[in-house]
Structures are given as C-alpha cells and as structure tokens.
Nanobody, 126 residues
C-alpha cells in the first residue's frame, strides 16, 4: 500500500509565494515520473509541471504549463520520495486544488501505477 501526504496549500495575496510538498511512503520499489496537477472550479484538471526520475523537467515533451513558466519550479528529493512545487508571483488565476501524482513501481509488480494525492487548496486573492 502507498501512502501520500500533501501539504503547503493556503491563502495568499497576489504576488506571494507558496511551496507545496507531497511525500510518498509504503510499499515502493521506485518512483518514476512525478508531477503536479490542478483543477479550478468548473474546469478540467490540468498538468502544471512534471519531473522525470532523473530530475529532468522534460517529460513527454512537457515540463511546465505555459501559464506557470518562469514562476513555478518543480523539484524532487529521491531519498525522501517527495516532490515539491515552489510557486512564486502567484496570480488569482492560479487558484485551484492542486494534486500531486507519481508513477510508482511496487515490489512484485511489472508495471507502474499512478498514485494521486488528496489535493490541497491554493487560493490567491487579488
């Protein structure tokens, strides 16, 4: 069983910063790609940023959503099975529930399975 704990969301004024983190634990052989997605009310969930197991931010040709390039930075601590999203210069349109995601290989299996965090609310006031 894999456990995930997301943290770091909250309310911030436009121009402010927040740092999200997502820690995975449990039955994990290795974690491959990791990413952050967000979903605003009435909108579909969208990819915000992704990072490969090697640390590269080029994953399937997508690294950051155009709307967050230059403002958000994704990183990972492999030893801690944790992925981070540093969000700077936040805008009201960044308001959404943010979800972490990871492709995880568990012991005794031959395929990665996608695991999602519970979501954390980010609200940016104008």
């Amino acid at each position: 069983q894999v456990r995930l704990v997301e943290s770091g969301g909250g309310l911030v004024q436009a121009g402010g910063s927040l740092r999200l983190s997502c820690a995975f634990s449990g039955s994990i052989l290795r974690i491959n790609a990791m990413g952050w997605y967000r979903q605003a009310p009435g909108k579909q969930r969208e990819l915000v940023a992704a990072i490969t197991s090697g640390g590269s931010t080029n994953y399937g040709g997508t690294n950051y959503a155009d709307s967050v390039k230059g403002r958000f930075t994704i990183s990972r601590d492999t030893a801690k099975n944790t992925v981070y999203l540093q969000m700077n210069s936040l805008k009201p349109e960044d308001t959404a529930v943010y979800y972490c995601n990871a492709d995880i290989r568990q012991p005794g299996t031959f395929m990665d399975t996608a695991h999602w965090g519970q979501g954390t609310q980010v609200t940016v006031s104008s």
